[in-house]
């Protein structure tokens, strides 16, 4: 069954650098999603994008964060001077259409020190 | 009113027991609704979509309430393996956003033997 893959599993990052989550979604999919859980809390909606541009962002989804579709596969979500609180899990999702499941990877758990 | 409610539980029960759980949502222009799973630590999981008219995927029944803007879940004949938290979650529509999940806390099932 086709899957949605992130990298890295675990980022290890120090306060004020700049990390870089990537995501491979699924090959026929043209709706793209990141969310994130900090620990103990509910899953939370950060941006959607669609033919190539943001379509919707949360109120998380500040000037410190963009993404990217560099390329036909990868989707990226770059946080330019992380903080402390960024650190949570970070999920990539995909759809096939706008109301479509969405289907989550794996995540990559972000830990800032 | 929070956008997805849901109790938290835990709720622990036997094996080969019913269990159900609910859900309650603020937006009535919501248009999608979901239940997912998510085990310890990993990615939420599709479970089923949930239709207006009820759905049924093997021991898992889902029906919503438009007007009393109401989801459940029922899980019979519980497995060790349906121990997860179980995620409602919303597609809140065109007037707010009509491509973001609005997750729900989650609601913590423990079956035991």
């Known amino acids: 069954e086709p899957e949605v893959t992130q990298t890295p599993s675990h980022q290890v990052t120090q306060m004020g650098q700049e990390v870089i989550l990537r995501c491979v979604p699924i090959s026929n999919h043209l709706y793209f999603y990141w969310y994130r859980q900090i620990l103990g809390q509910k899953v939370e909606f950060l941006v959607s994008f669609y033919n190539n541009e943001i379509s919707e962002k949360s109120e998380i989804f500040d000037d410190q964060f963009s993404v990217e579709r560099p390329d036909g596969s990868n989707f990226t979500l770059k946080i330019r001077s992380t903080k402390l609180e960024d650190s949570a899990m970070y999920f990539c999702?995909?759809?096939?259409?706008?109301?479509?499941?969405?289907?989550f990877g794996d995540g990559t758990r972000l830990s800032i020190l | 009113r929070k956008e997805v409610e849901q109790d938290p539980g835990p709720f622990n029960v036997p094996e080969g027991a019913t269990v159900a759980f609910n859900c309650t949502y603020s937006n009535s222009a919501s248009q999608s609704f979901f239940w997912y799973r998510q085990d310890c630590r990993k990615e939420p999981k599709l479970l089923m979509s949930v239709y207006s008219s009820g759905n049924e995927d093997g021991r898992f029944t889902a029906q919503l309430n438009r007007a009393s803007q109401y989801i459940s879940l029922l899980i019979r004949d519980s497995k060790l393996s349906d121990s997860a938290t179980y995620l409602c979650v919303v597609n809140p529509g065109p007037h707010t956003g009509f491509q973001k999940l609005v997750f729900g806390t989650g609601t913590r099932l423990l079956v035991s033997p």
């Open positions: 999702a995909s759809s096939l259409g706008g109301s479509q499941p969405q289907h």
